[in-house]
C-alpha cells in the first residue's frame, strides 16, 4: 500500500471513537434526573393502604341518582 507520511495509509480512515460521550452522559444524567424525581413525589406522596390517615375507599363519594327528567313527545 502507498503510504503519504504522517502514518497515514491510503484508503484508511482513523475511526473518531471518543465523540459522543457527552450526548451520552447527557442522556444518563437526565435518565437519572427523572428517576430521583420520580422517586422523591412518589415518597411524599404515598400512603400504605393501611395508613389510618388514608381516605377510606376509593375516596369517591357515590353519585346521586339523576331526578328523571319527564318525557318530551317530540325533537
Given at each position: 500500500?502507498?503510504s503519504?507520511?504522517?502514518?497515514h495509509?491510503?484508503?484508511y480512515?482513523p475511526?473518531?471513537?471518543?465523540?459522543?460521550?457527552?450526548?451520552?452522559?447527557?442522556v444518563?444524567?437526565l435518565?437519572v434526573t427523572?428517576w430521583?424525581?420520580?422517586w422523591t413525589i412518589?415518597?411524599?406522596?404515598?400512603?400504605?393502604p393501611?395508613?389510618?390517615?388514608?381516605?377510606?375507599?376509593?375516596?369517591?363519594?357515590?353519585?346521586a341518582?339523576?331526578?328523571?327528567?319527564?318525557?318530551?313527545?317530540?325533537?
Amino acid at each position: 500500500m502507498a503510504s503519504h507520511g504522517g502514518g497515514h495509509v491510503a484508503g484508511y480512515t482513523p475511526a473518531r471513537t471518543n465523540q459522543g460521550w457527552g450526548i451520552a452522559l447527557l442522556v444518563v444524567l437526565l435518565a437519572v434526573t427523572c428517576w430521583v424525581g420520580a422517586w422523591t413525589i412518589h415518597r411524599n406522596t404515598y400512603r400504605e393502604p393501611t395508613d389510618p390517615l388514608a381516605p377510606a375507599g376509593s375516596g369517591h363519594e357515590p353519585a346521586a341518582p339523576a331526578a328523571a327528567a319527564p318525557a318530551t313527545g317530540g325533537h
